[in-house]
């Protein structure tokens, strides 16, 4: 297997900025950046992508314009040593955004999803909660995948731990088809 991309990369901790010039120069990877690191993701494979696809319609079919819902969008959740921007599988925005952004405000997103893949758990379950939390969105699904089993959501609402700070609480966990067969829950 070849790489089909060569990219310079700068003798310094990439930016943001960055990650979105290179993002754009080759769209069949997912980058997201780590303080100044870049990590890169290959494309989902079938049943993620089909969950998140089930996922958009259900959120539209329920209220929410195309616009608001985005799939691979670039969220900033730290400006800290370089930045850090993730790219959720899935955003909800408070109100519809027609913005070229590439990565988008925190304060502007309702909801963050992640479809935990081979490769991606301990980032989805461990890592991008914490930050997406302490950059402030107020909800965060998980999507469980097992073999033989069917998906799970796990829901979680922006609270704070034992220490005052920044937390995902209110732990709810519902098989996939039950949630996608009800209305969209209060996203307060």
Request: proline share 7%; aromatic share 6%; net charge negative.
């Amino acid at each position: 297997m070849g790489l089909d991309t060569l990219v310079r990369l700068p003798a310094r901790p990439l930016t943001l900025d960055d990650v979105a010039e290179i993002a754009a120069n080759s769209p069949d990877l997912r980058y997201e950046l780590h303080r100044g690191m870049l990590l890169v993701m290959p494309p989902a494979d079938g049943e993620h992508a089909a969950i998140v696809t089930r996922m958009t319609v259900w959120l539209v079919m329920n209220g929410f314009g195309a616009s608001e819902v985005l799939g691979s969008a670039g969220v900033r959740v730290s400006r800290e040593g370089g930045g850090t921007g993730r790219v959720p599988d899935l955003i909800v925005l408070h109100k519809s955004s027609a913005s070229n952004a590439v990565w988008f405000d925190p304060a502007d997103i309702s909801l963050a999803i992640e479809v935990v893949s081979n490769g991606s758990e301990d980032l989805d379950r461990l890592i991008k909660p914490v930050e997406y939390a302490a950059a402030g969105i107020p909800n965060f699904w998980r999507v469980e995948r097992a073999a033989g089993s069917e998906p799970t959501v796990h829901a979680y609402r922006l609270g704070v731990d034992e220490n005052g700070n920044p937390a995902y609480v209110g732990h709810l966990v519902t098989p996939l088809n039950d949630l996608l067969a009800g209305p969209v829950p209060t996203l307060g």
